[in-house]
């Protein structure tokens, strides 16, 4: 493993992942990428656009981060003058009053369990999402395939959102793609572990970023842990699944862990409604 200058390169671990076989594939059964950074490159352009919309429709007062970002309870209303009224419950008693309600995953905005991994606010903190993103994200791909980056990317990213759902203040609104990069770590750690690299330095780079997490206010270590063991069981099962029939594997782990995240999402749901 070595250190660069934001996030780690492994080589090892991209060269054992890119050996192809007469299909073209790697490794672990993924399609070789013609271009392992596009796929990181499109993640990119949407972050950014996302973040120019919202930028340019207010910033936390823009109806689009209202839209996008994850809110586990819908509300609370909120009318002119910064008047509450704590007693309204529901969007529809919400307007007669005149106030605005913030919908949220439980009361059927469930697009933000994906959508909050896009969305951002402050320049720093989708510079250094973006810039980890960029380093690693080539990484990934080039050993696994643009297809099952894209499931762990995105698959990282919902395991951040069900923990985030389950643990954080039903008012609060969580956004960012960190969840989703914290999974490219996890992956990262599994790759060097299933080639024998030396995962010290990434194991403490790792460690830092979560301990980081939890004791700075305003950074959501729930999306962080999510995110890192979303990334960590998503690429178990790309590099562990046995190598006979190694794409059914593949892909009956993943909708058992889609599955799972469903069945959470719909338990957490029935306790905030």
Known sequence: MRSAAVGFQCPSCVSEGAKQTRSGRTAYGGLRSANPALTSQI??????????????????????????????????????????????????????????????????????????????????????????????????????????????????????????????????????????????IGALVVMAYKVRADVRSLLIYAGVLMVYSFVRPGISWEGHLGGLLGGLALMGLIAYAPRERRAWWQLSGFVLLALVLAVLVVVRTSALT
């Open 43 to 184: 993640l990119i352009g949407i972050n950014v656009a996302v973040w120019i919309a919202i930028l340019a429709t207010g910033r936390y007062s823009s109806q689009i981060f209202n839209l996008l970002a994850l809110q586990p309870r819908g509300g609370p209303c909120e009318a002119a003058g910064n008047q509450y009224y704590p007693g309204v419950t529901s969007a529809g008693a919400c307007s007669t009053v005149g106030g605005d309600w913030v919908r949220g995953v439980s009361d059927g905005a469930v697009w933000q369990l994906v959508t909050s991994a896009f969305t951002h606010v402050e320049p720093f903190h989708i510079l250094m999402n973006m810039l980890l993103l960029y380093l690693m994200g080539p990484q990934v791909e080039v050993a696994i395939g643009r297809a099952r980056f894209l499931a762990l990317y995105l698959g990282s990213a919902l395991f951040g959102s069900a923990v985030v759902y389950w643990f954080s203040e039903p008012y609060g609104q969580t956004l960012g793609a960190s969840g989703a990069v914290f999974g490219l």
